[in-house]
């Protein structure tokens, strides 16, 4: 919660400092200019890069697999995209590194290893663990009996 709080306080501080230190340098108008340049750029990137996502998703369904990092992409350009329409250089930075493929797949790789545990103990099927193993098979055999 309390970082929550930071975050709230300390953003506006830092595009305000941005706003102010780049307008002092180039003028007030080419400023503003600068920031809504940004902001539209910043949506046609998205758009562009979330049919590419829309595509992968589809092809990935069409496969039979769970397009699970392709959805969590979408999060995050998602993310991307609200951080580039709030007026601003800081949150604008975030949002384009939101939108840089392989740092997006960095983050989303991240986030998985930090928040999901795989039962033998390994980071899922791109692991090394799991790679130098082998699959975990066990093999047996089964027999109905009827209660009858």
């Known amino acids: 919660m309390k970082i929550l709080f930071l975050i709230f306080l300390l ?7 941005f706003l102010i230190e780049i307008g002092e340098v180039i003028g007030a ?3 503003v200019f ?3 340049f940004t902001a539209v750029l910043g949506v046609q990137l998205l758009r562009f890069q979330g049919l590419s996502a829309l595509q992968r998703v589809q092809a990935s369904m069409a496969r039979g ?3 699970a990092v392709e959805l969590m992409e979408g999060v995050v350009m998602l993310v991307g995209g609200a951080l580039l ?3 601003g250089f800081f949150t604008d930075a ?4 939101c939108l840089i493929p392989p740092l997006r797949q960095k983050m989303i ?18 692991s090394s663990q799991s790679q130098s193993h ?7 055999e089964f027999h109905k009996i009827d209660d009858d």
């Open 11 to 17: 953003v506006p501080i830092i595009e305000i400092y």
């Open 29 to 31: 108008i080419p400023t």
């Open 34 to 36: 600068l920031v809504v």
């Open 65 to 67: 697999e769970m397009p």
């Open 85 to 87: 329409l709030t007026p």
């Open 94 to 97: 975030l949002g384009f590194l």
């Open 109 to 126: 790789r991240s986030v998985i290893s930090r928040f999901i545990r795989f039962p033998d103990g390994g980071g899922g099927p791109s």
């Open 134 to 140: 082998g699959p975990r098979t066990i093999e047996g």
